[in-house]
């Protein structure tokens, strides 16, 4: 199994900050990796598949980058609807999740 | 418009088996590359990937659960059915179904989760 491993687990940010969120995996993934948010109460949301691309109707201050073991969830400038949980997510081999980043107003 | 809405029962005891049915719209399983799979979330914790099912009737499953679960499709009735069988209280959690497509294979949309409770 593709164990995947988010830091950090929280991060403490303020509005308009930008925020970096890390997902390694234990063993190369191509670009087989998805970044998921998801709010209180809610179900999660797909933002970028294939390591680097945005789904649909996700603003463009959401990036992903990476390929192969390391990756990267970049918001560029932070809003006060992005503080929420985001989770990695692997399609490689079967599925896994990361254990999740909880971004929180500092 | 793609929705997928999840149901079953709140609460099970220990040792029984679990049935949840996701039913959606806006899309059919009888359609090449469409696939419908099943993520479950323990309360306060990470996700996890349980089941997937192809519109050719092909399946996968979480190696860790694999001898416990079974994932059919109704495609008149627009439905896919999990199938848990022995629960215990660590599988207390919120189950949610997904749709994907080919050849992205990511979840989106998601249902908005049902929360079963394995207590006695």
């Known amino acids: 199994e593709i164990v995947l491993t988010q830091s950090p687990a929280t991060l403490s940010l303020s509005p308009g900050e930008r925020a970096t969120l890390s997902c390694r995996a234990s063993e190369p993934v191509s670009s087989y990796l998805a970044w998921y948010q998801q709010k209180p109460g809610q179900a999660p949301r797909l933002l970028i598949y294939?390591?680097?691309n945005r789904a649909t109707g996700i603003p463009a201050r959401f990036s992903g980058s990476g390929s192969g073991t390391d990756f990267t969830l970049t918001i560029s400038s932070l809003e006060p609807e992005d503080f929420a949980v985001y989770y990695c997510q692997q399609r490689s081999n079967l599925y896994t999740f990361g254990q999740g980043t909880k971004l929180e107003i500092k | 418009q793609i929705t997928l809405k999840e149901s079953g029962p709140t609460l099970v005891k220990p040792t029984q088996t679990l049935t949840l049915t996701c039913t959606f719209s806006?899309?059919?399983?009888?359609?090449?590359?469409?696939?419908v799979g099943w993520i479950r979330q323990p309360p306060g914790k990470a996700l996890e990937w349980l089941a997937l099912i192809y519109w050719n009737n092909d399946k996968r499953y979480s190696p860790s659960l694999r001898n416990r679960l079974t994932i059919t499709k109704d495609t008149s009735k627009n439905q896919v059915v999990l199938t848990l069988i022995n629960m215990d209280p660590a599988d207390t959690a919120t189950y949610y179904c997904g749709h994907s497509r080919s050849p992205l294979l990511w979840f989106g949309p998601w249902g908005q989760g049902t929360l079963v409770t394995v207590s006695s």
């Open positions: 294939d390591a680097s």
């Open positions: 806006g899309f059919s399983l009888s359609t090449s590359g469409v696939a």
